[in-house]
């Protein structure tokens, strides 16, 4: 987490320090902190150190505090900052006086001094090297810190120019590097902000995108399986209605082969039955004719109609000839009448294939095709038919009193 802040201290040698960023601020104490533990190690066991010798374990403290910030998500700027001024006061309180930043070229001279002559030595080149002031030189410790301190500053009469020349374009260079690594700093920091909202903003868009897709696949994915399911219903209705009709037809083929056989059977029969009731039609009319013709004429007739036996006779002929041609009427009739059934049976049972095949039929309608399909066909036109009446005695002797 990185937070704009405005933060500065100064070290012992007054150099001062400021801050735009936790981020540049966490690193710069880190490596303060690593460079004084190791130099810590480095000068070993000694029974006083000088204070900026162990200054940075406040740093330290800097350090995980300022980690524990980072860790809330609901930290503010503003808050950010008041933490970081409450540490000023504490921790950083002192670092005008107790510590030394490791970039001065005159750490590392120190800390050796430290090492190999101790605290009053150190102390003393510290304080000649910082503040220019000589401190009590009735210790040879202190007079050596002096020496060592005026030998650096001055490196010699003969040096004096060149040494402090090249010392302040050491500390030009460190300024400008320092300067630079701020700015470089700020502008990774900038990229950084840049990239994360460009990361942010297509993460968005990418989730986004995937919803929407996902929401669209799920869509397609239902709507293709309900008009599948749909599809299937429908094909498995129609399938069924097929076998239906064609278990109908199996069992219907054969019958309306019958009635179509049967109908021209009929056809055939009501023909000739036709043909001979015309030639008997024809045959009557030629002979009664003859008969009738002689009859008017008065001419001698084989039968005679004024006896019994003649009109008995003649009664019994025309009877059965009526009865002939009633007959063969009859049968004319009812093969014609036969042979229409049949071939209405037949279209009927098209007709029912028909509409099981191109609507619903239910059960009563069926039974009322079956019923008509199979019901008892009429054998025609001569049901109540019955022979010829032969006249009574009684009938007899009343025509032959008539005729006399």
């Given at each position: 987490?990185?937070?704009?802040?405005n933060?500065?201290?100064?070290?012992?040698s007054?150099?001062?320090?400021?801050?735009?960023?936790?981020?540049a601020?966490?690193?710069?104490?880190?490596?303060?902190?690593?460079f004084?533990?190791?130099?810590n190690?480095?000068?070993?066991?000694?029974?006083?150190?000088?204070?900026s010798?162990?200054?940075?374990?406040?740093?330290?403290?800097?350090?995980?505090?300022?980690?524990?910030?980072?860790?809330?998500?609901?930290?503010?700027?503003?808050?950010y900052q008041?933490?970081?001024?409450?540490l000023?006061?504490?921790l950083?309180?002192?670092?005008?006086?107790?510590?030394?930043?490791?970039?001065?070229s005159?750490?590392?001279?120190?800390?050796?001094?430290?090492?190999?002559?101790?605290?009053?030595?150190a102390?003393?080149?510290?304080?000649?090297?910082?503040?220019?002031?000589?401190?009590?030189?009735?210790?040879?410790?202190?007079?050596?810190?002096v020496?060592?301190?005026?030998?650096?500053?001055?490196q010699g009469?003969?040096?004096?120019?060149?040494?402090k020349?090249?010392?302040?374009?050491?500390?030009l260079?460190?300024?400008?590097?320092?300067?630079?690594?701020?700015?470089?700093?700020?502008?990774?920091?900038?990229?950084?902000?840049t990239?994360?909202?460009?990361?942010?903003?297509?993460?968005?868009n990418?989730?986004?995108?995937?919803v929407d897709s996902?929401?669209?696949?799920?869509?397609?994915?239902?709507?293709?399986?309900?008009?599948?399911?749909?599809?299937?219903?429908?094909?498995?209705?129609?399938?069924?209605?097929?076998?239906n009709?064609y278990?109908?037809?199996?069992?219907?083929e054969?019958?309306?082969?019958?009635?179509n056989?049967a109908?021209?059977?009929?056809?055939?029969?009501?023909?000739?039955?036709?043909?001979?009731?015309?030639?008997?039609v024809?045959?009557?009319?030629?002979?009664?004719?003859?008969?009738?013709?002689g009859?008017?004429?008065?001419?001698?007739?084989?039968?005679?109609?004024h006896?019994?036996?003649?009109?008995?006779?003649?009664?019994?002929?025309?009877?059965?000839?009526?009865f002939?041609?009633?007959?063969?009427?009859?049968?004319?009739?009812s093969?014609?009448?036969?042979?229409?059934?049949?071939e209405?049976?037949?279209?009927?049972?098209?007709?029912?294939?028909?509409?099981?095949?191109?609507?619903d039929?239910?059960?009563a309608?069926?039974?009322?095709?079956?019923?008509?399909?199979?019901?008892?066909?009429?054998?025609?036109?001569?049901?109540?038919?019955?022979g010829?009446?032969?006249?009574?005695v009684?009938e007899?002797?009343?025509t032959a009193?008539?005729?006399?």
């Amino acid at each position: 987490m990185n937070v704009n802040v405005n933060f500065d201290f100064s070290d012992l040698s007054g150099k001062n320090f400021k801050f735009q960023d936790s981020r540049a601020l966490a690193e710069f104490l880190e490596f303060e902190v690593n460079f004084w533990a190791e130099k810590n190690k480095y000068i070993g066991n000694q029974r006083q150190l000088h204070p900026s010798i162990n200054y940075c374990s406040n740093f330290k403290d800097v350090l995980q505090k300022m980690q524990s910030w980072d860790e809330q998500e609901d930290i503010t700027t503003e808050i950010y900052q008041d933490k970081l001024n409450g540490l000023k006061q504490n921790l950083f309180r002192h670092t005008n006086t107790q510590w030394l930043w490791s970039g001065h070229s005159y750490t590392n001279i120190f800390i050796d001094c430290h090492k190999n002559h101790g605290l009053a030595t150190a102390a003393a080149f510290l304080e000649y090297v910082t503040k220019n002031q000589v401190g009590n030189l009735n210790s040879p410790e202190s007079f050596l810190g002096v020496m060592i301190g005026y030998d650096y500053l001055n490196q010699g009469a003969d040096l004096v120019k060149r040494g402090k020349a090249e010392r302040e374009s050491i500390e030009l260079l460190r300024c400008e590097l320092e300067s630079a690594h701020k700015a470089l700093f700020g502008e990774i920091e900038a990229f950084k902000k840049t990239f994360n909202e460009w990361d942010a903003t297509v993460k968005e868009n990418w989730n986004t995108w995937l919803v929407d897709s996902n929401e669209q696949n799920s869509n397609l994915q239902k709507s293709t399986k309900d008009e599948f399911v749909s599809f299937m219903d429908g094909c498995n209705t129609r399938i069924q209605d097929l076998e239906n009709t064609y278990q109908e037809k199996l069992r219907l083929e054969k019958p309306a082969t019958y009635w179509n056989i049967a109908a021209r059977k009929y056809g055939v029969q009501g023909g000739l039955w036709a043909l001979a009731l015309i030639a008997a039609v024809l045959l009557g009319l030629v002979y009664f004719s003859n008969f009738f013709l002689g009859w008017l004429e008065g001419k001698p007739i084989p039968l005679g109609l004024h006896t019994i036996q003649g009109v008995v006779i003649f009664g019994s002929i025309a009877t059965a000839y009526a009865f002939l041609v009633r007959v063969l009427s009859k049968l004319t009739f009812s093969s014609l009448h036969l042979m229409r059934d049949a071939e209405e049976r037949e279209q009927l049972t098209y007709l029912y294939l028909s509409l099981m095949k191109d609507s619903d039929v239910s059960e009563a309608d069926r039974r009322i095709v079956l019923q008509a399909l199979f019901s008892r066909s009429e054998t025609g036109l001569l049901a109540a038919e019955h022979g010829p009446t032969m006249p009574s005695v009684g009938e007899i002797v009343s025509t032959a009193s008539k005729l006399k």
